[in-house]
């Protein structure tokens, strides 16, 4: 089976895509992946790095609002979906499994010009332009919102990779600690932002350090590459703030903490509940809300609080997070409803729907 990934751009549309192909591979290693790309993605790095084929094709981002760069889509469209319908052809393709973002929508076009079957997955509860399209081509909608307003939508969830579906945060909990340089004993707060940290949680929680210091609370606190400045530093003889620039373990970050603080992506969602660890979300303030619906379920089930970009202070993180932390019980119990919400397998069910509608084409 010839199996062509797009989902390019964006580490929420490259890392379910990589889960799906690892997934394809576990269930039949005879399973041949392309993945779609432009060089301007951090796919060129993502997807080599996992051992997959990477074909890049032309990036044709689509303006979001009426204006003069609408004038050149359509001629850049049409190169890019020429260039990806040769990547189909090549690879032979089966089934094209799109993603979302400016590499799905040539993608689809392409599918659908060479009848090529089509499985269109959404993370997301507002689903993005290239997915919309998609959506009109294909029966076949995999979903992680069980509310989402795609036609023929299934629920699915979102496929994680294996070091986080895996993980057993309290058999390894002590190891994690001890990884990361902190005490095994004290309730333990992860803060962070993405793969480029989030200044406004930073700065919240560097100022808040005096306060965790005198609660008994240790930090974990990824920073982002850029934002090493944002430290807090630790004195002697009190409970440890330990600041890094960058995990490439989140799943021992993940292990080692109690809760969490942090953005509301799709993914972040997905592997927090997935693994069982509550959250404090703090969604962008920016876009079109889409993080604060990520996070909502998670929250109306327990399993996390919900607080604004902008009401994130010190002064909250004292009323509203230390005493939480202070409560294993009520750690607990957000542990457990966090837990509730999460789905661990989801790579291997988007991995047997592709498997099927194959097999239906046949």
Not at 237 to 249: A, F, H, L, N, S
């Amino acid at each position: 089976m010839r199996v062509v990934l797009a989902g390019g751009g964006t580490a929420g549309h490259i890392e379910p895509a990589l889960a799906l192909a690892d997934a394809l591979r576990r269930l039949d290693p005879s399973v041949q992946v392309t993945c779609l790309g432009t060089e301007r993605g951090l796919e060129t790095t993502l997807v080599p790095q996992r051992g997959y084929e990477l074909a890049l094709i032309p990036p044709v981002p689509l303006p979001r609002t009426l204006t003069p760069r609408l004038l050149a889509v359509p001629g850049r469209l049409n190169g890019a979906i020429n260039a990806a319908a040769a990547v189909l052809d090549r690879s032979g393709a089966d089934i094209l499994v799109g993603f979302g973002g400016y590499v799905a929508t040539p993608g689809y076009l392409a599918a659908r010009k060479r009848h090529v079957p089509i499985i269109v997955h959404e993370a997301n509860p507002k689903p993005g332009l290239a997915n919309r399209l998609g959506a009109r081509f294909t029966q076949h909608v995999a979903v992680s919102h069980h509310d989402s307003p795609l036609p023929n939508a299934k629920f699915v969830g979102i496929p994680i990779r294996q070091q986080i579906a895996q993980l057993d945060r309290l058999a390894i909990g002590d190891k994690a600690r001890s990884y990361f340089g902190l005490d095994s004993d004290l309730p333990t707060l992860l803060v962070f932002g993405g793969s480029q940290g989030a200044r406004s949680i930073n700065r919240a929680a560097t100022a808040a350090a005096p306060a965790f210091r005198a609660a008994g609370i240790q930090v974990l606190h990824i920073v982002g590459r850029k934002n090493t400045e944002e430290a807090a530093p630790g004195r002697p003889g009190d409970p440890q703030y330990v600041t890094i620039p960058y995990c490439d373990r989140m799943d021992l970050a993940y292990a080692a903490a109690d809760i969490a603080m942090c953005r509301a992506g799709a993914m972040t969602c997905a592997e927090l509940s997935a693994v069982g660890l509550p959250a404090v979300y703090v969604p962008l303030p920016i876009g079109n809300g889409e993080q604060a619906l990520n996070a909502r379920p998670i929250v109306d089930a327990g399993g996390g609080l919900l607080v604004d970009d902008g009401a994130l202070t010190p002064e909250w993180i004292s009323q509203y997070l230390l005493p939480i932390l202070r409560d294993a019980d009520s750690v607990a119990r957000m542990s457990e409803a966090a837990a509730g919400m999460g789905r661990r397998d989801a790579d291997v069910a988007l991995a047997r729907m592709v498997f099927e509608v194959v097999r239906a084409g046949r």
